[in-house]
């Protein structure tokens, strides 16, 4: 969309002014810096300017007290040898990949079941009920579930033993840890998946359901060779969008388990922060920040020049 | 006949499947609300009280005893209030400039900006801690709502909102000797409504939310915002009651859920339209 309208853009931009003089030129050019200064400043001090400094600081050690070191790619090559980061980097591509799993099945399955003709009532409580806790913030979630889940006084735990199941203490168990946060994840978020599933969805135009209807093409049918594919790109957008946030899960962890039991939640960016804000290895942080950075460039990359390709086919 | 009563059978069973969803969606926050309102001796018995008998806001009176409660909504007032109205101030200028205005270097600064969408917060957070110490700012309202003013999404939206408004609404201001801040903030600005109140909401949203930069750069209590203190209840002096958290976690759900609520068409169509969340 950007690179599509922009040079049609710059090209009205330079036929408006029919014969520009130059006090005219300069004027719009005064305004022009003038405008862009304050975002400018704040891109440089903020963004450009500490993506620069971060990258000198993983080749060096430094504790923010005592006079920085070069090191050379010490960092990167204790990277490669860290078996706590492998484990991190690991959790966290399995948490990433069961929230994308979780986000756009249970999505898909959501936005497809409410776009069809349903009271406005069960309409508007599903909607609510499905969206509002993508609005809370991750501290309060985090502490509710927390509750919820506990093995003694918890609402799963009390419902489980109901049918007979016996409910594991959730935060203690390492092979339970990493599901259960998946779970708490899905129910924060499924609410923006969901919106934005059944936003394409509803792009998808009625006429060619119901022709495909006609030459008997079943449920199964026309959602895999005709609302699927026409909806492709916003699935797609959906599942880089989920993988990036995925990525980058960190709340939960810090407030409840604290990356345990048995470094078995340990997620990058837990990992990142333990070791720049409680153990100040500010040069070693910084070089598990640019692989995170590497990762979600890769990852955006892939979409651009992907969506690019659709684009086209359409 | 037999299939259209098929159908609706089937459309009854998938009613049913979305209501018990619908349910279970809900009922945390059902849970925590009524545990909240119950007296604390009967909070959290089993089987659970989805209806408290008697009422008491018993626990709600415990929380300023805990944590500054009043301090830290009062904080994430201020720094979400500053951030969004700041940030749409400054993305506003600079979209305008991007979209009409011709100088060396537009284009250029314009690319280098969006690209840097991909650069996440781990990434720079570390050397703005080291900035913000050197300038003193670490654990001051400063430090929260400062690096939020730059919000390139927010350009880069109003900028292609902007390229959608006729130029010819400008030519003919021109005309008439209106200068290029009256054009924005009396014509363009007036024009972006949805835009903007899409971006307003998306960002006071996430800044009330924010958990991350207040953990880095905030250690007083009275210096908080809300999620922060929200998480400090937890772990201070041996944890405090759970009915007593569960009372301060409403107190921090139910002002979003009545604004919801009430402006939900907004809420759900800036996600769906400016859906990219930092």
Request: charged residues 10%; glycine residues 6%; contains cysteine.
């Amino acid at each position: 969309m950007t690179a599509a309208s922009a040079p049609q853009v710059l090209a009205a931009g330079e036929q408006q002014p029919a014969k520009p003089t130059s006090v005219h030129h300069k004027r719009q050019a005064l305004y022009g810096y003038a405008f862009i200064s304050p975002a400018v400043v704040l891109f440089v001090a903020f963004i450009a300017g500490p993506m620069v400094f971060a990258i000198g600081l993983s080749f060096v050690a430094w504790d923010l007290l005592t006079p920085s070191q070069f090191v050379g790619l010490d960092n990167f090559a204790r990277l490669v040898n860290d078996p706590l980061f492998g484990k991190a980097f690991g959790t966290t591509f399995v948490f990433a990949f069961a929230s994308v799993v979780t986000h756009i099945v249970g999505g898909l399955l959501l936005a497809l079941a409410a776009n069809r003709v349903m009271t406005r009532a069960l309409s508007y409580f599903l909607r609510t009920a499905v969206f509002f806790p993508f609005l809370i913030s991750w501290a309060a979630v985090a502490l509710l579930w927390k509750y919820i889940l506990d093995p003694t006084f918890g609402l799963v735990a009390y419902y489980l033993s109901k049918i007979g199941i016996t409910a594991p203490s959730w935060f203690s168990d390492p092979s339970w840890s990493l599901p259960a946060i998946v779970g708490i994840d899905f129910w924060h978020t499924i609410g923006f998946t969901f919106v934005i599933l059944l936003a394409g969805l509803q792009t998808v135009p009625s006429t060619l359901v119901e022709a495909a209807r006609t030459d008997g093409a079943n449920t199964w049918q026309v959602f895999w060779h005709v609302t699927l594919p026409m909806m492709s790109p916003t699935v797609f957008f959906a599942t880089v969008i989920t993988f990036i946030g995925a990525f980058q899960i960190f709340e939960p962890m810090q407030i409840i388990t604290g990356g345990g039991p048995d470094n078995s939640t340990m997620s990058i960016v837990m990992y990142l922060y333990q070791n720049g804000f409680q153990s100040f290895q500010v040069g070693y942080a910084s070089a598990i920040a640019i692989v995170v950075f590497a990762v979600i460039m890769g990852v955006t990359i892939l979409q651009f020049c992907f969506s690019r390709r659709w684009v086209h086919e359409q | 006949m037999k299939m259209k009563r098929r159908l609706s059978t089937g459309s009854l069973l998938l009613d049913l499947v979305l209501l018990i969803v619908a349910i279970i969606m809900v009922a945390p926050l059902v849970w925590l609300i009524s545990s909240s309102l119950s007296d604390p001796a009967d909070a959290f018995s089993l089987p659970p009280t989805w209806i408290p008998n008697p009422l008491s806001l018993q626990n709600f009176k415990d929380v300023p005893g805990l944590i500054p409660f009043g301090q830290m909504a009062l904080n994430s007032l201020v720094v979400a209030t500053v951030s969004t109205v700041g940030s749409l101030f400054v993305s506003v200028l600079a979209a305008y400039a991007f979209s009409r205005l011709s100088f060396r270097g537009n284009r250029v600064i314009f690319v280098g900006m969006l690209s840097a969408l991909m650069v996440p917060v781990q990434l720079t957070i570390i050397p703005v801690f080291v900035l913000f110490r050197n300038l003193d700012v670490v654990d001051t309202l400063t430090a929260l709502w400062l690096p939020a003013l730059i919000n390139v999404f927010a350009i880069f939206f109003l900028r292609q909102y902007f390229n959608s408004i006729p130029r010819e609404l400008d030519d003919a201001a021109t005309i008439d000797g209106a200068g290029h801040l009256w054009i924005l903030f009396r014509i363009l600005v007036p024009l972006s409504g949805p835009a903007l109140s899409a971006l307003a909401i998306l960002t006071f949203e996430a800044s009330w939310n924010n958990y991350f930069g207040p953990l880095i750069f905030i250690s007083s209590p009275e210096n908080m915002t809300l999620p922060l203190g929200l998480v400090t209840l937890q772990g201070g002096q041996g944890g405090s009651p759970a009915v007593v958290v569960f009372a301060a976690i409403t107190l921090v759900v139910l002002p979003v859920l009545i604004l919801f609520l009430l402006f939900q068409r907004a809420f759900v169509e800036s996600i769906a339209t400016a859906g990219i969340r930092g």
